[in-house]
């Protein structure tokens, strides 16, 4: 009962917030993925627990690195304005495919190749929640991952990739998750 309230509360976030996204003027706007993608983004960091002395600061800024999908981080720009995660400020970094994701919390990589994922995550160490959207993402070592199922945008979670990055996933994040990796049976 606490996952599937959890689950309408998280979709009437994502709804709400992008209700509240200014209307193009040619044409009423579709939601699309990179939206919903943005949503689930932006309410993620409100379910993970980071060890003690990530934030230097109590008013310390969550920061939301994008790489590899502009259109994520155009939505994710959006939405983010005036919000707040705990208390604390956020900010979307843009992050180069390239470029080591330091000062980060949340690093989302859009779909590359497995050798580029798995370089990019290796990027990327310490208490930092990975999420990736493509198949096979989750053996490769991320925290969450995309899926489409059902024409609905859902998400998969592995308690073994976060226990390596030394997060912790809140019961009601994996209960909404379609597949949890690691969970005890």
Known sequence: MR????LCMLVCTAAALLLAIPARAQAPAAVTESAV?????LKFGSFVEWPAGTFARADQPLVIGISGDEAVAVE?????????IDGRPLVVKRVAEAAPAGGVHILYLGARRDARLREAMGS?????????????????????????????MRFNAS??????????????????AQDVEGRAK
């Open 37 to 41: 993608k943005a949503a689930f983004l």
């Open 3 to 6: 996952g599937r309230l959890f």
């Open 159 to 176: 308690i073994t990739s976060a226990e390596a990055r030394n997060l912790k996933l809140s019961a009601r994040l994996l209960a909404v």
């Open 76 to 84: 994710l720009e959006r939405l983010a304005a005036g919000h707040t």
């Open 124 to 152: 990327a160490p310490g208490p930092i929640l990975i999420v990736t959207s493509q198949p096979g993402a989750r053996a490769l070592g991320s925290v969450l991952n995309f899926v489409v199922d059902a024409g609905r």
